[in-house]
């Protein structure tokens, strides 16, 4: 297994009369291609942060992330926009869909800059929408689709751009344990088949049961 | 699924916003295009009346002076006549009208007057305080503002207005007001002017000016009596102000070099300065507007991102960068500005079209050159009004949509 993310003493402070504020506090690990991580901890141990600071959506206070040979950290503004655009997919609790598109145009949306006709996208679209098991709602506004619909719809968006990391930020948050678990075995399917890596932040243990490595984190700083 | 279909739907989708930025474009823009439609015929209508006020220039010969030509001075200098047919043969634009004058003071029954020799047409039309007088039916009118329409809608030949020479009877006499009061005329009555008998075909209502103590005859006839066979002591031009400004008098001094030119200031000046006036009031409208325009579709343009921050975060999430953040919302500014600038034309040309001949008596025409600055002025105005906004979501954090519990 090659490691596709390295992460080293990734620290995250915030200022306050009272003192420094350590969300994140010299986090230090690997993630091997292939992984699904997740990690969990309780309100305020620093899940959310780390993940927006392995994404590059937040500046880190110290340390290094690196993905394959980029280095995160220290990318500028558009590095990282290209970088989210072409390796990651993002999967959020809120689902994220933009009302006025149809499904697969929610789908198609990180395709829309691509060198690509509009067949071609709708086509991978198609592809994507099978594969999350919602061809036959590819039309479908958002308000027409079940919440789990729209999660799966949201994960078919994080795919479409082939992405070698998927960063789930409590996806299964508003869901119901059913639904829940369709997610998760979608999730786990993708995993598997497709030997994507995913880093899931969750604080469900039934949702943590599905990663193959668990990152505890108290108080900004990985226990376990 | 591309940038710009991204705009289409969200302009779609949000209908009602749509419907109220186009109305903030579409007014400003409707308001400035009738505000010009109006002026623009306004601004002929004045032109037309300006030149109205009379003749603004006088040619005169080399070593006179104004005073000679108000005082008619017995030895006044005097230059050819044929002068009049240079200058009417002459490629000169902005010369409406001319009056060629011969002025000698005589002494008529033991009064002191003015005799001056006209060609009647032009003089009617060089002084529109005679139209009213009824002697020559409807006289020429001034076609200063180019392309000026006529009372049927035809558009004037300024050659042929300069040469319609309408000849008075060689035995018949105007009076002024105040000469017909002293030698105790009426119309109908004979008089002998330097040995030469007139019937009084007119007397002249009261115009207040030097004209009140003149006696009007045919130049030809006053040039024969005098003895001063083609020659003339002046002429009186009414020049287009416009083409006053844009140096019509040193074409002219170019022409007649032997001559002086000199225009009648008072009036140069009111006409200069009611179109300075004009143009400056739609200057002050357009920037009111334009300002105001502007603002209102800053506003609309940041209601629309803070509506929409959750989705501009997570496109940027997505890998959406700054840059193609402002692209999507200014590109969206550009459609609105278009859309609006096209509508308001149509509404402001109807609705000057509709009110002008109402509230000012002005039959106002379509305008299509309008249309592409209309165009224009809009979609400056939607970008302009929308680069703060667009700016600033382009600063939106794009894990908004992580923060969510």
């Known amino acids: 297994m090659s490691t596709i993310l390295t992460i080293s003493d990734l620290t995250k402070k915030y200022r306050h009369a009272d003192g420094d504020i350590y969300a994140l506090n010299k986090v230090s690990f690997a993630v091997d291609k292939g992984d699904f991580v997740t990690i969990t901890g309780s309100s305020g141990s620093g899940k959310t942060t780390l993940l927006l600071c392995l994404a590059g959506l937040i500046q880190s206070s110290g340390g290094t992330v690196q993905f394959q040979d980029f280095t995160i950290t220290s990318a500028s503004d558009s590095q990282l926009s290209h970088f989210r655009k072409s390796k990651v997919g993002f999967v959020m609790q809120s689902f994220a869909l933009i009302p006025y598109l149809t499904a697969a145009e929610n789908v198609m949306l990180p395709l829309a800059q691509a060198p690509m006709s509009g067949r071609q996208k709708q086509t991978a679209a198609d592809e994507i929408l099978r594969l999350v098991g919602l061809e036959n709602r590819k039309n479908h506004l958002p308000k027409e689709l079940s919440a789990g619909q729209r999660q799966r719809v949201a994960i078919a968006r994080a795919l479409i751009n082939k992405p070698e990391l998927i960063l789930a930020d409590e996806p299964t948050g508003n869901l119901d344990p059913t639904l829940s678990t369709d997610i998760l075995d979608l999730l786990s399917t993708i995993n598997k088949t497709q030997n994507l890596t995913i880093l899931m932040v969750t604080h469900s243990p039934m949702a943590a049961a599905y990663g193959n490595r668990k990152i505890h984190l108290k108080d900004g700083e990985v226990v376990a | ?405």
């Open chain 2, 1 to 405: 699924m591309n940038l710009t279909k991204l705009v289409w739907l969200e302009f779609k989708y949000h209908k009602s916003q749509l419907i109220t930025g186009l109305l903030a474009i579409t007014l400003g823009v409707a308001v400035i295009v009738g505000i010009r439609s109006v002026s623009v015929v306004s601004e002929k209508a004045v032109a037309i009346n300006l030149d109205n006020l009379g003749a603004n220039i006088l040619v005169l010969p080399q070593g006179a002076n104004v005073d000679n030509y108000y005082t008619a001075d017995i030895d006044a200098p005097t230059f050819p006549e044929a002068y009049v047919e240079i200058v009417a043969t002459s490629a000169l634009q902005g010369v409406d009208n001319m009056s060629p004058k011969l002025t000698r003071r005589i002494t008529v029954r033991g009064q002191k007057l003015a005799l001056t020799g006209i060609l009647p047409k032009n003089e009617l039309a060089s002084k529109p305080l005679w139209q009213k007088s009824g002697l020559f039916g409807a006289g020429a009118k001034a076609s200063c503002a180019p392309g000026a329409a006529t009372d049927n809608g035809a558009y004037k030949d300024e050659k042929l207005l300069r040469k319609s020479i309408d000849a008075i009877e060689e035995d018949e006499c105007i009076l002024g007001s105040s000469a017909a009061q002293r030698l105790q005329l009426k119309e109908n009555d004979t008089i002998t002017l330097e040995g030469g008998g007139f019937k009084v075909a007119k007397v002249l209502t009261e115009t207040g000016t030097i004209d009140d103590d003149r006696i009007f005859a045919h130049l030809h006839t006053v040039q024969r009596l005098l003895g001063i066979k083609e020659q003339v002591s002046a002429i009186e031009i009414m020049g287009c102000c416009n083409a006053i400004t844009d140096g019509l008098l040193s074409k002219l001094r170019n022409l007649l070099p032997d001559t002086k030119i000199t225009t009648i200031g008072q009036i140069v000046a009111t006409q200069v300065q009611t179109n300075k006036l004009m143009n400056k009031v739609s200057l002050v409208f357009l920037v009111i507007i334009l300002f105001v325009g502007g603002v209102s579709i800053g506003n609309f343009m940041w209601a629309n991102v803070n509506e929409r921050r959750k989705e501009i975060g997570m496109l940027r999430m997505i890998g959406f960068s700054k840059g193609v953040i402002y692209r999507l919302l200014l590109a969206k500014a550009l459609i609105l500005g278009i859309m609006g600038g096209a509508l308001g034309y149509i509404i402001g040309t109807g609705a000057a079209m509709w009110l002008g001949p109402q509230f000012a008596q002005l039959a106002v025409q379509p305008l299509p050159q309008l249309l592409p600055a209309a165009l224009a002025i809009a979609a400056v105005v939607a970008l302009l009004g929308s680069a703060i906004p667009a700016y600033l979501a382009g600063k939106i954090d794009p894990f908004i949509n992580m923060q969510e519990e």
